[in-house]
């Protein structure tokens, strides 16, 4: 986070919709690891935030970066969609 001052707002807010704060384990480096190997324009950090949807059964994910969408197993939900009026 480029802004550490606003920290606390944005883990309250997070924290808020989401409670349930999972580990990661070898398992899930495990499988980063396989999903690296795979697809090859992944960045590390979001293999690992994959591999922990996959293990505790997490389907959607609330993230505005496009390199969950190359992937059939996740959906994504955009922020800016939940902002914009119905």
């Known amino acids: 986070m480029d802004r550490p001052d606003d ?3 944005v883990y309250d807010s997070a924290t808020a919709i989401c409670s349930d ?4 384990t ?7 690891l396989e999903l690296l190997l795979r697809h090859s324009r992944l960045p590390a950090r979001d293999a690992l935030h994959v591999a922990t949807m996959e293990t505790n059964g997490i ?6 970066d496009r390199h969950f969408d190359r992937l059939e197993a996740v959906e994504r939900v955009d922020p800016a969609d939940l902002a914009r009026p119905a």
């Open 7 to 9: 920290a606390r707002e």
């Open 21 to 24: 704060i999972v580990p990661i």
């Open 26 to 32: 070898e398992r899930e480096t495990e499988r980063a």
């Open 59 to 64: 389907h959607r994910i609330l993230s505005a």
